[in-house]
Nanobody, 126 residues
Framework: QVQLVESGGGLVQAGGSLRLSCAGS????????MGWFRQTPGKEREFVAA????????NYADSVKDRFTISRDNAKNTVYLQMNSLKAEDTAIYYC???????????????????WGQGTQVTVSS
């Protein structure tokens, strides 16, 4: 059974930093892209960041580019999201994700056939 478990969320002041981690289990994630989405009440889940299988090519939503950095450690089946210069509008539940069958980051970014973690709350106070 594939599982994704996030950690590292919390409360931080605007301008601060947080680092999210997501540990995968139940299969090897080496050949699959991994990433992060986020969701606020009343809104659809939105793409935040993704990283290719080998960890070479990152993709970011425009709203987080130059502030967030995604990375992965394939030996640990873990993906990270370093979030700097946080803003109140970054407040959301952050979900870790990986594709079920596709090897492409584009598929992960569509979010329609992914595995999902349970989410971790990030709250940025202004």
């Amino acid at each position: 059974q594939v599982q994704l478990v996030e950690s590292g969320g919390g409360l931080v002041q605007a301008g601060g930093s947080l680092r999210l981690s997501c540990a995968g289990s139940g299969r090897t994630f080496l050949t699959y892209p991994m990433g992060w989405f986020r969701q606020t009440p009343g809104k659809e889940r939105e793409f935040v960041a993704a990283i290719s299988a080998r960890g070479i090519i990152p993709n970011y939503a425009d709203s987080v580019k130059d502030r967030f950095t995604i990375s992965r450690d394939n030996a640990k089946n873990t993906v990270y999201l370093q979030m700097n210069s946080l803003k109140a509008e970054d407040t959301a539940i952050y979900y870790c994700t990986s594709t079920r069958a596709s090897f492409t980051t584009a598929s992960l970014m569509r979010g329609t056939d992914n595995y999902w973690g349970q989410g971790t709350q990030v709250t940025v106070s202004s």
